[in-house]
């Protein structure tokens, strides 16, 4: 059997598959966790390292606090969970689509 625009359907079955796949992998790879706990992390390894070499005169600006190094150790924190979350609770794949006519 042919489908009215001269393909067969099994290839036409086979290409809407193969685009569901194509479409889960790209939610998970875009999922706002990964992006979110990505960029927290990276710039609370960048904060921790700049509290890590901070200046005595640094410091005693943040009256007495390294404020970088806090903030930074903070920051590091929620991008790894933000990380661990999604490894331990991955986004689902789409339900694949109700066809009603069959």
Not at 1 to 26: C, I, N, W, Y
Not at 31 to 54: K, M, P, Q, S
Not at 78 to 98: C, D, E, H, I, S
């Amino acid at each position: 059997m042919s489908s009215e625009f001269g393909k067969p359907e099994k290839d036409v079955e086979r290409e809407v598959s193969e685009l569901e796949t194509k479409s889960a992998t790209a939610a998970r790879l875009f999922d706002i966790r990964r992006i979110i706990g990505g960029l927290f992390a990276l710039y609370g390894v960048i904060v921790t390292i700049a509290g890590l070499t901070a200046s005595d005169a640094d410091i005693d600006k943040a009256e007495g606090v390294n404020i970088n190094l806090w903030t930074g150790l903070g920051m590091l924190v929620l991008g790894l969970f933000f990380l661990a979350w999604l490894k331990l609770r991955p986004t689902a794949p789409p339900p694949p689509p109700a066809n009603d006519g069959e």
